[in-house]
């Protein structure tokens, strides 16, 4: 007999772990400049942050952790939700790379 395996939810680990963050779109940069602003989860291939804007799936996002000063990370829209007038959060992954969320090491496997 043939089982279906179907996965509901995530399939890595996210971590709730807030980080100051400076958000652009890559598109826009400097036209509109970017926002500062905080991630609500990381995982090893992705973050959800807080935006003052709606974004669009696709777009393309550029986001600078402040604490390290560290090179952008280039990552793509996979959802926007509006949560509250002016405030939305944004799903990003970064197209299967792994990423380092200093100061807080690596996260996940792959």
């Not at 807030?18 to 652009?24: H, T």
Request: charged fraction near 25%; hydrophobic fraction near 35%.
């Amino acid at each position: 007999m043939a089982y279906k395996t179907r996965f509901i939810g995530r399939m890595e680990k996210r971590l709730p772990i807030a980080i100051v963050v400076r958000l652009a779109c890559e598109q826009d940069q400097p036209v509109n400049g970017s926002e500062l602003t905080y991630t609500d989860n990381v995982s090893a291939h992705g973050v959800r942050l807080v935006s003052s804007r709606p974004w669009k799936t696709g777009d393309v996002a550029m986001v600078t952790s402040l604490k390290e000063e560290e090179v952008p990370l280039r990552g793509k829209v996979v959802y926007c939700q509006r949560v509250s007038e002016g405030r939305y959060y944004l799903g990003l992954s970064f197209n299967g790379n792994r990423v380092t969320w200093a100061p807080f090491g690596t996260y996940g496997s792959g």
